[in-house]
């Protein structure tokens, strides 16, 4: 196969990153929701329970860390997405607490009155 002609090397740049933004691979929710997480010491720190956004745009990761605790983690501290999920450190997940009502086992935030899920009240912890 013959070489292409090798043009403007600035020209190459440009044209290596159009191809590179045309080779973006989207994905879906279903393709990282129940994927470990993963943390730089390669210690699990939890399981990807859904994603969020923000009023501002930004989107994190909805992290399941325990019966009753959920945090958010920002896509930016996200290293990569494989089989499991790579991220910078588990410092930087914010913890969200969580109930769990009492009889549909959905858990709830704690400041909420009624389930989310089945409607019961709610105990105050």
């Known amino acids: 196969m013959p070489e292409r002609p090798r043009g403007n090397a600035k020209y190459s740049e440009r044209s290596k ?28 720190t939890g399981t990807v329970k859904d994603l969020a956004w923000s009023s501002e745009g930004k989107l994190a990761i909805i992290v399941e860390r325990g019966r009753e605790e959920e945090a958010y983690l920002s896509f930016d501290q996200v290293e990569k997405i494989g089989d499991v999920v790579f991220i910078k450190t588990s410092s930087s997940l914010e913890s969200v607490p969580m109930k769990t ?13 009624f389930c989310q899920k089945c409607g019961k009240t709610l105990e105050e912890k």
């Open 17 to 44: 990153a159009v191809v590179e933004r045309l080779l973006v691979k989207w994905h879906r929710r279903e393709e990282i929701v129940g994927k470990e997480i993963i943390d730089s010491e390669a210690k699990k």
């Open 101 to 113: 009502c009492p009889v549909c086992k959905h858990k709830n935030f704690v400041e909420a009155k």
